[in-house]
């Protein structure tokens, strides 16, 4: 296995359409590493220029010791699974596992104990024989990344391999490449568009907005020290909270509703003309009563239950807040609660930039 060096890579189609905005990144050796972002970020370019399917105007791209952004795909030391799976539909899938060792001139015994040991660690042995036709979208894909696991390459490139398939076999099937790390230790390099599938799967998240990365970070950094605003509302579901307000002193105004801000934010503040609050759902509670500067009067606009717990959007002064709560919560829309918001969790933003005005722990 290999790390990954990305150092101010750039792409642009037809000479005149950057989509690609001088990236520098590193993927160390056995890491895990997601690219995640809205369709039209970059994502699938950047991992396409990592596997040469895509040229790079300009910067450099390392794999292990070696500059590869001159060298074609079979040079590069890669095996990428694709989203479509792309296997041949006449042969067998022994036959599908085969092929690029045959291509290389492996010998037979070789082959045989590769495809064997990729196909054992997939539970695929019994469908050896069949023709994709034959299986189920899950099976297929199964098949797709030991075709890439008999190569035995230094880095593995997924490009959203699950898009394709339903909600419950997708979950099955991240399970399944998670495990499949662990024991392999592989370097894998893995675009989604689903943020709960970079989340789970990655030891750090790149977030591409428009070509360029907001964060990269361990899944939990992302999380609870969003460095962007744009990185706050794409992550968790439902996504943080974020209100337009204004500063007045050490508070913070939500238009009706003023809510109590940390000195650490209060000062980081200062100077800033426009900015936004940040609070995840969870980071709400529901109060008995109105006990301090942190609990504000709200009103039930929507309750929408998801079995173990339920989602409320409350109306809190001038603006709309999701909060997440137990299963229990029985109040209608309409009825009036108090918020409780937990103050080391608020985050600001400045509204112009984007970017986060929460200093580093």
């Known amino acids: 296995m290999a790390d990954v060096q990305l150092r101010q890579v750039r792409k642009s189609y037809d000479g005149k359409t950057p989509v690609i905005h ?3 990144l590193d993927v160390q050796h056995g890491e895990f590493a997601v690219f995640v972002g809205p369709s039209g970020c970059g994502k699938s370019t950047l991992l396409r220029m990592i596997a040469g399917l895509e040229t790079v105007d300009a910067g450099e791209i390392r ?21 479509d799976y792309a296997l041949y539909p006449h042969k067998t899938l022994y036959e599908n596992m085969a092929f690029g060792l045959r291509l290389r001139g492996t010998p037979d015994a070789e082959i045989r104990q590769r495809v064997g040991d990729a196909a054992e660690l997939l539970k695929i042995t019994h469908l050896l024989d069949r023709r994709p036709a034959a299986l189920s979208g899950g099976q297929r894909q199964r098949v797709a990344i030991g075709r890439a696991i008999v190569r035995q390459p230094q880095v593995f ?3 959203e391999p699950l898009s394709n398939l339903d909600a419950q076999l997708r979950n099955e099937m991240r399970s399944e490449i998670k495990r499949l790390h662990q024991r392999l230790g592989a370097t894998i390099v893995y675009v989604t568009h689903d943020q709960v599938e970079a989340m789970t799967l990655a030891d750090r998240i790149a977030v591409l907005s428009a070509g360029r990365v907001m964060q990269y970070a361990t899944p939990r950094s992302i999380y609870n020290r969003p460095a962007a605003e744009f990185v706050a509302g794409f992550t968790g579901a439902p996504p943080m909270n974020l209100v337009d307000g204004r500063i007045d002193g050490d508070h913070f105004d939500l238009g009706g509703a003023t809510l109590a801000l940390p000195a650490v934010l209060a000062a980081a503040a200062r100077g800033v003309a426009r900015m936004r609050l940040g609070v995840r759902p969870e980071n ?6 109105h006990a301090d500067d942190q609990a504000l009067p709200g009103t039930v606009v929507l309750v929408e239950p ?9 109306r809190v002064g001038a603006a709309e807040l999701i909060a997440r709560v137990g299963a229990s919560f029985a109040q209608p829309p309409g009825a009036g609660v108090t918020v409780h918001v937990h103050a080391d969790h608020l985050h600001l933003f400045d509204a112009d930039t984007g970017l986060s005005l929460r200093p580093a722990d």
């Open 22 to 24: 001088g990236i520098d």
């Open 63 to 83: 794999i292990g010791d070696r500059p590869v952004q001159g060298l074609p795909p079979r040079q590069r030391d890669i095996a990428m699974v694709f989203q």
């Open 157 to 159: 490139l997924f490009d």
């Open 284 to 289: 709400l509670t529901l109060a008995r009563q």
């Open 306 to 314: 998801l079995g173990a717990e339920s989602l409320l959007t409350l």
